[in-house]
């Protein structure tokens, strides 16, 4: 089993950055892949970034550019960070990982998730 746990959320001004972090135990965490999303207040979770195991990236298109998704040194966590926030990003984030080691953007390929970080971003 899997554990995923979530950090670094807060309240942040509208331009500004973010990083959170993604700490993952109970396998070898470089054979995960992983993934972030996101819930917005009132709208469905969505996908955000991810990372296969041999470290294949991939973005939504409304966060190329800003956002940047990489793994630490250890190998056990995984970053997200986020710079030019906008209020549009305003949501809970979500690390996920998938036993496969793949990179999908898709929510159901994902096996094991994380509690989730609020992360608000102010006018």
């Known amino acids: 089993q899997v554990e995923v746990v979530e950090s670094g959320g807060g309240l942040v001004q509208a331009g500004g950055s973010l990083r959170l972090s993604c700490a993952a135990s109970?396998?070898?965490?470089?054979?995960?892949?992983m993934g972030w999303f996101r819930q917005a207040p009132g709208k469905e979770r969505t996908f955000v970034a991810s990372i296969s195991w041999i470290n294949y990236t991939q973005y939504i298109d409304s966060v190329k550019g800003r956002f940047t998704i990489s793994r630490g040194d250890t190998k056990n966590t995984i970053y997200l960070q986020m710079n030019s926030l906008k209020p549009d990003d305003t949501a809970v984030y979500y690390c996920a990982a998938v036993d496969n080691g793949g990179d999908s953007s898709r929510q159901t390929d994902y096996d094991y998730w994380g509690q989730g970080t609020q992360v608000t971003v102010s006018t």
């Open positions: 109970g396998r070898p965490f470089s054979s995960l892949g």
